[in-house]
């Protein structure tokens, strides 16, 4: 792991390396960089993989103690960690976490070339679903986001709707689990980072408002959502390709919200495809 120090606090990724076209993959709330596994190893002998790991609670150190780690923070640390390794032209992916509209709100995407956005936040739905909407709860409570974690140490407990059961249509390997949870175990300031950002969602007219402004990105993209998921609305997905000007859209068969765990084979495809033709695989 490589670190960069932002205005926020140290930021770890992974890069591959190489002179191939740059790809950069986002996760969303309590993972890491590891949800990308299985869809890295088949792009990393073509194109340049960059793998941040967000302070969204599987990071391992925590954020200064007066970072803004709300939803328009963390896409400004975002666009940060783009300006600080000097990527342009970027081809920028996202699962689960919906920073997109954010970063294109803010007008921070002038590094962004291309963008691929998987099953994720949108439009209103913040915080996501049954998930989402337990976890906001937890985190009002005090030592909610403690107890709702230390639960998941049961591994029986992983599997209800309200917990993940219903982000990944597979288990996820428990040990992979482990890795992303360990740092809301031991770290009273990771809990209180993922608290600020699971708090940190603005009122839903300006979420609205953000997803509109999505017209404005005039570059290719491509949307590609799990056709199963119950989290994340189908519907929000083909509404996202409406909005984006040169959009493509695609739907993942037998997959939940995380398709880099359900479905990475296809998800990698076209990717590939879309990076190297401009289109994603028929």
Request: aromatic letters at 10%; glycine letters at 6%; proline letters at 7%.
């Given at each position: 792991m490589a670190e960069v120090q932002l205005a926020a606090g140290t930021v770890e990724y992974q890069d591959t390396g190489g002179d191939g076209p740059v790809v950069v993959l986002l996760h969303g709330v309590a993972m890491d960089g590891s949800l990308w596994r299985n869809v890295v190893a088949p792009l990393r002998a073509e194109f340049r993989c960059v793998i941040p790991t967000l302070p969204l609670g599987g990071h391992r150190t925590p954020m200064?103690?007066?970072?803004?780690?709300?939803?328009?923070?963390?896409?400004?640390?975002?666009?940060?960690?783009?300006?600080?390794?000097?990527?342009?032209?970027?081809?920028?992916?996202?699962?689960?976490?919906?920073?997109?509209?954010?970063?294109v709100a803010l007008g921070r995407y002038e590094r962004i070339g291309r963008l691929v956005i998987t099953s994720c936040e949108a439009f209103d739905n913040f915080p996501p679903g049954v998930p989402g909407s337990n976890l906001y709860t937890s985190a009002k409570m005090p030592g909610g986001i403690n107890l709702a974690f230390k639960l998941l140490k049961l591994k029986a407990m992983?599997?209800?709707?309200?917990?993940?059961?219903?982000?990944?249509?597979?288990?996820?390997?428990?040990?992979?689990?482990?890795?992303?949870?360990?740092?809301?175990?031991?770290?009273?300031?990771?809990?209180?980072?993922?608290?600020?950002?699971?708090?940190?969602?603005?009122?839903?007219?300006?979420?609205?408002?953000?997803?509109a402004k999505l017209r404005e990105f005039d570059r290719p993209a491509l949307v590609v959502w799990a056709a199963e998921d119950k989290v994340m609305p189908l519907t929000h997905g083909r509404r996202l390709a409406e909005l984006l000007p040169k959009s493509e859209l695609v739907e993942i068969a037998d997959s939940y919200t995380l398709i880099p765990e359900d479905q990475p084979e296809q998800l990698a495809a076209h990717l590939r495809s879309f990076l190297l033709t401009g289109r994603a695989t028929d």
């Open positions: 200064k103690a007066d970072a803004d780690l709300s939803i328009p923070g963390v896409a400004r640390l975002v666009a940060e960690f783009l300006d600080e390794l000097g990527l342009r032209d970027v081809t920028l992916v996202m699962s689960d976490w919906g920073g997109a509209q954010a970063l992983r599997r209800l709707p309200m917990t993940w059961g219903w982000m990944s249509k597979r288990p996820v390997p428990h040990e992979v689990m482990d890795a992303w949870f360990e740092p809301l175990w031991t770290s009273a300031e990771i809990r209180r980072d993922l608290r600020k950002y699971v708090l940190g969602v603005p009122p839903k007219d300006e979420l609205i408002a953000w997803a």
